[in-house]
């Protein structure tokens, strides 16, 4: 059993990461201590573990939720994790996209500035009615 400070460096997550996903119910109420200090078990810091890289790769709380309901059901099939992943892959995209227009808007506008100009059109632009 390890408390939380231990965890964290361990999982690479932050401390008060740990006690919001505790919070919220991603993770279960670890055991406590005699001082009632936090107390993980190396299943809880596996499970920190699998939360932090499904965050790296970008998937949502409710993603997380859904792929650990998956994860728990003893009949299981990878079809129903590649549907998850195959959903969060279009929203990616979708984001990709989305960036994509937002640098091409803001390259449009920051080409029309020109420096030592005491007029912004780029500001201009944006106070437009």
């Known amino acids: ?16 990461t740990i006690r919001y996903y505790e919070r919220i119910g991603i993770i279960p109420a670890p055991q406590r201590s ?11 810091i596996g499970l920190l573990r699998f939360v932090k890289r499904c965050r790296d790769l970008g998937f949502s709380i ?4 859904n792929l650990m309901r998956v994860a728990n059901k003893p009949d299981t099939c990878c079809t129903d994790v590649q549907e998850l992943s195959q959903h969060h892959l279009t929203e990616i995209r979708r984001k990709i996209t989305d960036l994509q227009n937002l640098e091409k808007a803001l390259t449009e506008l920051s080409a029309h500035c020109s420096t030592g100009n005491t007029d912004c059109p780029m500001l ?3 106070m437009a009615n």
């Open 1 to 16: 059993m390890q408390p939380i400070g231990n965890v964290s460096k361990i999982s690479g997550v932050n401390i008060e």
């Open 34 to 44: 005699a001082a009632g200090r936090r107390l993980f078990s190396t299943t809880d």
């Open 124 to 126: 201009d632009r944006l």
């Open 62 to 65: 409710t993603n997380i939720r």
